[in-house]
């Protein structure tokens, strides 16, 4: 995948970058440390320039997240309280369980889309809940511009820094990247231990 993402990059600069960007944020397998890392470096063997690929990678990535947010209104609570009444006996969750989620991102929402915007894969995915809860529209922009841009601002920079060796910067990524997914995957069997020996306790 790496060599298709710098070939894209190599051949259409600032309008691959968004593009790839964008479609990273849609498809959160795409990995953004290797467009971002890839195309600071390039900012020193081409007529790119870091404020370009900063500007070009943070709109591509606001537009990935607006499509996203839409799929989240799309669903909405409501919709999603149907699908509980339907289905939700499987999980083991009802309709409260849903509301009670939707009252915790009304409260910290806002916070919530900023900060993952600095967490790889959930990044991506935030923007669903954000749009399931109807999240003002304005702020979401707001802080989700806001975190993409620092993540930006930080691996484009280091990509120019570190030029030929962008690729080293690229495996601490992974490493960064599998320990979050480890602490996700960590969590989530804690969240389901703990689910169900609350569901258990109740009968």
């Not at 975190?147 to 690229?170: F, H, M, P, R, Y």
Request: charged content about 15%; hydrophobic content about 55%.
């Amino acid at each position: 995948m790496e060599n298709w993402i710098t070939e894209i990059m190599n051949e259409f600069g600032y309008w691959g970058i968004f593009l790839l960007i964008a479609l990273e944020n849609v498809f959160p397998p795409i990995p953004s440390e290797v467009i971002l890392t890839f195309g600071g470096f390039m900012t020193t063997t081409s007529e790119l320039t870091v404020v370009g690929v900063v500007a070009y990678s943070t709109i591509g990535s606001v537009a990935g997240a607006v499509i996203l947010y839409g799929i989240g209104r799309l669903i909405d609570v409501e919709r999603m309280e149907k699908i509980i009444d339907r289905w939700g006996h499987i999980l083991r969750l009802t309709k409260k369980d849903i509301r009670k989620a939707d009252q915790w991102f009304d409260k910290y929402g806002v916070w919530t889309v900023f900060f993952c915007r600095l967490i790889p894969l959930i990044r991506s995915l935030i923007s669903i809940p954000a749009g399931m809860s109807h999240m003002n529209f304005g702020m979401f922009l707001l802080f989700t511009t806001l975190g993409t841009l620092i993540w930006n601002v930080i691996l484009v920079n280091v990509g120019a820094a570190v030029g030929d060796s962008w690729e080293t910067i690229v495996k601490y990524m992974d490493i960064y990247s599998n320990f979050v997914y480890a602490f996700l995957a960590l969590a989530l069997i804690l969240f389901i231990v703990l689910f169900i020996k609350k569901r258990v306790a109740k009968k």
